[in-house]
């Protein structure tokens, strides 16, 4: 009996490491509820009494509740930098980040583990805020609370441009490239021949590939005033999912909103910079029967969202999926303790993490490469002139 409860652990353990969609389907229950990092602690707090005092039968159960509260907290957007989290005392270890909220005028202040996941009330010029679901909403007075009324609140939410989690990653990475395109451009103050040095060297190789591979043979002889664009969206993608795969927890690119703003930006560039003759082919395509004109022109309408729709997905997707089974499978050290002893398992997560991790790193780039090789075909399409017979 012994060997078979460790052999249903090990599998039950294995599945749930190797399985995406299952925090995939428990991230998008969260989000359809509005489950907060609050109510999720409280429902941690619970199980842990709950397994105190009901025995250890519930223990691989309280873990798993724990791990799965964990993935689906880092694939979220956050108020609070958060590192990690303790097991036991469900305490977050991090830092704080501002709040800048716009409600009869400008409230700044710094956010707080009691503020983000314990439900407390902050006073900012008079005014009481509290963090519910995932916002920020003012309540009356230092014991205010949420207010509901047919399911939906109403207490007042006011503006918010907080530097939330994912905005501090995309100032990161912003700082890093501005830090090292600036290196890269002193190099070339010394005469076209001078050789790069330190992180310029590794620039210079994936700028000419850009260029070489992705804008020349897709954009044509136009390609120099897009390349700017191009540059700036493949190496904020790379480094994002660079940043993605470190301890420090970032998940930008598996964010919906930063995936969205990405693809918009390639829709604005298509259609901003489109010749006529993009335009014709789209609402009159030329070289067809006037009938088939007609039915064509609502599909190429149609085809001109579906391709930023593709690309935000792809993206956002792809990321996320990997997020969800590199934490996955760092989890196993903690779910299958009792079945392989702490060794034994941290030795095949750290095995399993590290093959994944490599797989990652290509990963990030080749999302970094398909979407900047996209943007560029689409760009071409509007502003290369067709031959038409």
Same mark, same amino acid.
């Given at each position: 009996?012994?060997?078979?409860?460790?052999?249903?652990?090990?599998?039950?353990?294995?599945?749930?490491?190797?399985?995406?969609?299952?925090?995939?389907?428990?991230?998008?229950?969260?989000?359809?509820e509005n489950t907060v990092q609050t109510e999720q602690a409280a429902t941690a707090v619970e199980a842990t009494e709950h397994v105190e005092s009901h025995g250890e039968e519930h223990a691989e159960k309280s873990n798993d509740q724990f791990v799965k509260e964990y993935i689906d907290h880092h694939l979220m957007?956050?108020?609070?930098?958060?590192?990690?989290?303790?097991?036991?005392?469900?305490?977050?270890?991090?830092?704080a980040l501002p709040i800048?909220?716009?409600?009869?005028?400008?409230?700044?202040?710094?956010?707080?583990?009691?503020?983000?996941?314990?439900?407390?009330?902050?006073?900012?010029?008079?005014?009481?805020?509290?963090?519910?679901?995932?916002?920020?909403?003012?309540v009356n007075g230092p014991d205010g609370d949420i207010n509901k009324?047919?399911?939906?609140?109403?207490?007042?939410?006011?503006?918010?441009?907080?530097?939330?989690?994912?905005?501090?990653?995309?100032?990161?990475?912003?700082?890093?490239?501005?830090?090292?395109?600036?290196?890269?451009?002193?190099?070339?103050? &010394?005469?076209?021949?001078?050789?790069?040095?330190?992180?310029?060297?590794?620039?210079?190789?994936?700028?000419?590939?850009?260029?070489?591979?992705?804008?020349?043979? &897709?954009?044509?002889?136009?390609?120099?005033q897009f390349m700017p664009y191009l540059?700036?969206?493949?190496?904020?993608?790379?480094?994002?999912?660079?940043?993605?795969?470190?301890?420090l927890g970032l998940n930008v690119t598996g964010n919906i909103s930063v995936t969205v703003c990405l693809a918009l930006f390639t829709f604005l560039y298509v259609n901003l910079s489109a010749n006529k003759d993009y335009w014709k082919h789209i609402f009159w395509m030329p070289g067809v029967p006037v009938?088939?004109?007609?039915?064509?022109?609502p599909i190429e309408v149609l085809g001109m969202f579906?391709?930023?729709?593709?690309?935000l997905i792809r993206l956002f997707a &792809?990321?996320?999926?990997?997020?969800?089974?590199?934490?996955?499978?760092?989890?196993?050290?903690?779910?299958?303790?009792e079945a392989l002893s702490t060794p034994g398992a941290i030795g095949i997560s750290f095995f399993l993490t590290l093959f994944l991790t490599f797989l990652e790193i290509l990963v990030a780039f080749l999302q970094a490469f398909i979407f900047t090789m996209l943007s560029s075909l689409f760009i071409g399409s509007a502003v290369q002139e067709h031959d038409h017979h």
């Open positions: 009996m012994v060997t078979i409860k460790k052999s249903l652990h090990l599998l039950a353990a294995v599945l749930f490491a190797l399985s995406p969609m299952a925090s995939m389907a428990n991230n998008d229950t969260i989000q359809q957007d956050d108020h609070y930098y958060s590192f990690f989290a303790d097991k036991e005392t469900h305490k977050h270890y991090g830092f800048i909220l716009i409600d009869n005028g400008l409230k700044v202040f710094m956010s707080s583990e009691d503020f983000v996941y314990k439900g407390k009330v902050v006073e900012n010029g008079g005014q009481y805020f509290k963090y519910y679901h995932g916002k920020v909403y003012e009324k047919e399911g939906k609140i109403t207490n007042k939410m006011p503006l918010d441009f907080s530097i939330t989690k994912n905005v501090a990653g995309l100032m990161l990475a912003s700082l890093l490239l501005f830090l090292g395109f600036t290196a890269l451009a002193k190099t070339y103050k &010394n005469g076209p021949n001078a050789l790069p040095k330190g992180i310029a060297r590794g620039l210079e190789p994936l700028v000419i590939y850009v260029r070489d591979e992705m804008a020349k043979p &897709n954009i044509g002889h136009k390609y120099k540059l700036s969206v493949f190496f904020l993608i790379f480094l994002l999912n660079l940043l993605g795969l470190t301890p009938p088939m004109k007609i039915v064509l022109a579906t391709k930023p729709f593709s690309l &792809n990321i996320t999926a990997g997020h969800s089974v590199v934490m996955g499978l760092i989890a196993v050290a903690y779910v299958m303790q």
